[in-house]
């Protein structure tokens, strides 16, 4: 079996599609037969009631990232089949600054997360990043193998992720996470109707080539209200531009991965055995 690929999805400015693609993104996988993983680590736990879980006190990460207990025990299971989350709640905003102040400090999520990757569970780790490049997200990335970045079509759109690839350039150069690669960059909230959202996805696409998806994730209504009613867009509104769009996305990814279908492909469906 292959290693578990492990994606932090970042970008510094809120309001980008960050938490919408994580989910979105996760739910597809799960339903394409992968087995995933998403870890909320947003204090805002968006991601959590996204997937219809509510914030429940000492369910996060934010003990296992401080050395006490493990990020094992925090997973639970979601409504999708394939899908697990490790939700978030508010108490990881002082785990910014108990972070800060500990030993090996960025080091920290990736020797909590070790044991799972290890345990090759899952094909796909997504770690959904606060919008900021604090110590949390620092972690992430020092955590993970591939940053995914969402980007909204406006015109300050390359300001934001340009920092975000210095950061990450660092990290590699001073070793901090030397493998950390660019899965790609993903245009969102794109309306074909305006003039401006052509220019924006063309000067990314300028920018940074071939690390721009194909994909294109439209503005659209049912995309918005999906998270309200906890449920990913392919089971809110499976047929419209916004379940689309994602499954395209979801082809894009195992795609740039190369991930196998070990589950969906390989194993007789009739089989319980696999889930005791």
């Excluded at 690929?5 to 693609?21: D, E, F, H, L």
């Excluded at 369910?59 to 394939?82: D, F, M, Q, V």
């Excluded at 108490?91 to 909590?112: M, T, V, Y």
């Amino acid at each position: 079996m292959l290693k578990t690929r492990v994606i932090a999805v970042a970008n510094q400015k809120g309001g980008v599609g960050k938490t919408t693609t994580t989910v979105n993104l996760a739910a597809c996988l799960a339903a394409d037969g992968f087995r995933v993983l998403l870890i909320d680590v947003d204090s805002q736990a968006n991601a959590t009631s996204g997937l219809g879980l509510e914030k429940e006190e000492g369910a996060s990460a934010y003990r296992p990232l401080l050395g006490e207990g493990t990020l094992s025990e925090k997973i639970k299971s979601t409504s999708y089949e394939g899908l697990d989350i490790i939700p978030s709640e508010v108490d990881l905003c002082g785990a910014e600054i108990e972070l800060a102040q500990s030993e090996r400090h960025l080091h920290r999520f990736r020797e909590a997360l070790q044991s799972i990757v290890d345990s090759k569970k899952y094909d796909a780790v997504l770690i959904d990043c606060p919008p900021s490049l604090a110590v949390i997200t620092l972690n992430a990335f020092c955590a993970a193998d591939y940053l995914l970045v969402p980007l909204q079509c406006e015109y300050y759109a390359l300001e934001g992720v340009a920092m975000l690839t210095r950061v990450m350039n660092q990290l590699k150069e001073s070793g901090a996470n030397s493998e950390l690669k660019l899965l790609g960059v993903l245009m969102t909230m794109f309306d074909a109707r305006t003039r401006l959202s052509h220019q924006v996805v063309e000067e990314v696409r300028g920018y940074f080539d071939e690390d721009v998806f194909d994909t294109v994730i439209p503005r659209t209504t049912r995309l918005a209200e999906a998270p309200s009613h906890g449920k990913a867009i392919i089971d809110y509104d499976p047929y419209s531009a916004g379940a689309a769009a994602y499954e395209v996305l979801t082809r894009e990814v195992v795609s740039k991965l190369q991930l196998e279908h070990p589950s969906k492909f390989q194993a007789p469906a009739s089989d319980a055995s696999d889930n005791l």
